[in-house]
T-cell receptor, first 115, second 113 residues
């Protein structure tokens, strides 16, 4: 799987928009980009997944440039409850994916939202 | 309704003991997994089962043995527990063709003393 690089930690304040960028220079043609969120003492939770351009759901937006070598998770108007670890993953695990279990988690980005 | 449930949530045991962790999913998914999260918070795949068939077995000691009686259950048995086995173990499930990722359980915190 393509290795990912993301900032170790980020700080923000309530109400701000937070953008977390992930680098994946070796992404393969069949790879999707997926983001997970993990709160303390809980399992990771799927946030969003995309292949190219922009994807938006009720929680976040995912921006993927044309070369797909990076992606940016955008969290609009964060609140204290968004304090968590955010993981960026790439792999052939999309709607047509076949890489069962090959989700490889990096160290993630610790996002701390301050009042 | 809990989608992926693991029991127990906490497990404290002595070195050398044998213990099991159970996992059940009610999502109708065809693939289940065991992940291990160590003290540095890295999540690593251990095993993956698709329709009761083992499809991924990462470099895990033979003391760890998964068992899938049916596609809704994936249990993890650990023999001769060692201090280094202390970690949080997560069960997860997925369905090929889905677009909402993997669903993880809330984890089992295993402490070996």
């Amino acid at each position: 799987l393509a290795k990912t690089t993301q900032p170790i930690s980020m700080d923000s304040y309530e109400g701000q928009e937070v953008n977390i960028t992930c680098s994946h220079n070796n992404i393969a043609t069949n790879d999707y980009i997926t983001w997970y969120q993990q709160f303390p003492s809980q399992g990771p939770r799927f946030i969003i997944q995309g292949y190219k351009t922009k994807v938006t759901n009720e929680v976040a937006s995912l921006f993927i440039p044309a070369d797909r070598k990076s992606s940016t998770l955008s969290l609009p108007r964060v609140s204290l409850s968004d304090t968590a670890v955010y993981y960026c993953l790439v792999g052939d695990i999309g709607a047509g994916g076949t890489s069962y279990g090959k989700l490889t988690f990096g160290q993630g980005t610790i996002l701390t939202v301050h009042p | 309704d809990t989608a992926v449930s693991q029991t127990p949530k906490y497990l404290v045991t002595q070195m050398g003991n044998d213990k099991s962790i159970k996992c059940e999913q009610n999502l109708g998914h065809d693939t289940m997994y065991w992940y291990k999260q160590d003290s540095k918070k890295f999540l690593k795949i251990m095993f993956s089962y698709n329709n009761k068939e083992l499809i991924i077995n990462e470099t895990v000691p033979n003391r760890f043995s998964p068992k899938s009686p049916d596609k809704a259950h994936l249990n993890l048995h650990i023999n001769s527990l060692e201090l280094g086995d202390s970690a949080v173990y997560f069960c997860a499930s997925s369905q090929k063709g889905q677009d909402y990722g993997y669903t993880f359980g809330s984890g089992t915190r295993l402490t070996v003393v």
